[in-house]
């Protein structure tokens, strides 16, 4: 069977994956991908995870925030799929052993309760929304290093690995203020990184729009059901083996995680 590069591509990506083993970045090679290549990269990915069963169930933006783009060295916003088997059960275990080098980071998820059509005009993601909680997000790059291009780190699926979602309280117009809310994250109740959801693209919201625009360029579907992570609202720290990890966002509540097992580091 013949491969192409984009499929070539993929398919390292989706071994470093499943083998939690680092591999060399596009970009420091002659695979070198444009912005266009590298989602058809991604894409071809999440055909392979989708082929074992591992069923899309969102998407989440990168780079929404000024701190995180300036910790990672790209500025452009990016957006990638999160999958079935990246959930993990608020209070619940993430078994570092099927990791390279794990971060996470605190973040603000929205529940689409209806469909939003990436490409009608009219359809507004912000009043598709029901739901909306307390989240965090486990990155762990598969490149050497945690380093990458804009265009490795899109071709990776924006280094989705896993997340978890606390309580969603209801969307219902106005009545979650979301503008400028407090967020700590704490490691073993110490805390670790404190920020504001204003460092979402100014206000979460403004991730929404984002979203759909991201959506529409790169061919990502945002049906109901669909869980929206809207960024990182702070750097991320290192996930440290047996740790608990804990977001609060001021306003949503709480979210938090276990730490199990060894990560290959
Ligand atoms: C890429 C993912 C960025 C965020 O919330 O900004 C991201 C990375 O930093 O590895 O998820
Ligand atoms: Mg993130």
Redesign the pocket.
């Known amino acids: 069977m013949t491969t192409t590069p984009v499929e070539q591509v993929a398919a390292r990506l989706d071994d470093a994956v499943r083998s939690a083993t680092a591999i060399p970045q596009p970009s420091a090679g002659e695979d070198s991908l444009t912005l266009p290549l590298a989602y058809e990269v991604q894409r071809a990915g999440l055909a392979l995870r989708s082929g074992r069963g591992d069923t899309t169930i969102g998407v ?6 000024k701190a ?2 300036a ?2 060295g790209v500025s452009d916003v ?1 957006i990638g799929a999160i999958t079935s088997s990246m959930e993990v059960v608020d209070g619940g275990e993430i078994d570092l052993s099927a990791l390279i080098h794990p971060r996470i ?1 605190p ?1 603000v998820a929205f529940l689409l309760g209806e469909d939003v059509d990436p490409h009608d005009p009219r359809s507004v993601a912000r009043t598709a929304v029901s739901h909306v909680a307390p989240a965090l ?1 486990i ?1 762990d ?1 598969r490149y050497r290093d ?1 380093a ?1 291009s804009l265009e490795d ?1 899109v071709a990776d699926n ?3 690995a896993g997340f978890v979602t606390g309580p969603w309280t209801s969307f219902a117009e106005g009545r979650v203020d979301l503008d400028n809310r407090g967020v700590i994250l704490e490691q073993d109740g110490e805390p670790v990184m404190t920020g504001s959801t204003s460092a979402i693209l100014g206000h979460p919201e403004h991730a929404l729009s984002a979203a759909k625009r991201m959506a529409r360029l790169y061919g990502h579907g945002l049906p109901a059901g669909t869980i929206l ?1 809207a ?2 609202a702070t750097p ?1 720290v290192p996930l440290v083996p047996g740790s608990r990890v804990e977001a609060t966002v001021s306003g949503l509540g709480r979210v938090g995680v276990t730490a199990t097992g060894a990560s290959h580091g």
């Open positions: 989440k933006l990168g780079f929404t925030s995180k783009a910790q990672m990016i980071e973040e997000e990155i790059s945690f990458f780190v924006t280094s989705a992570l960024g990182a991320a």
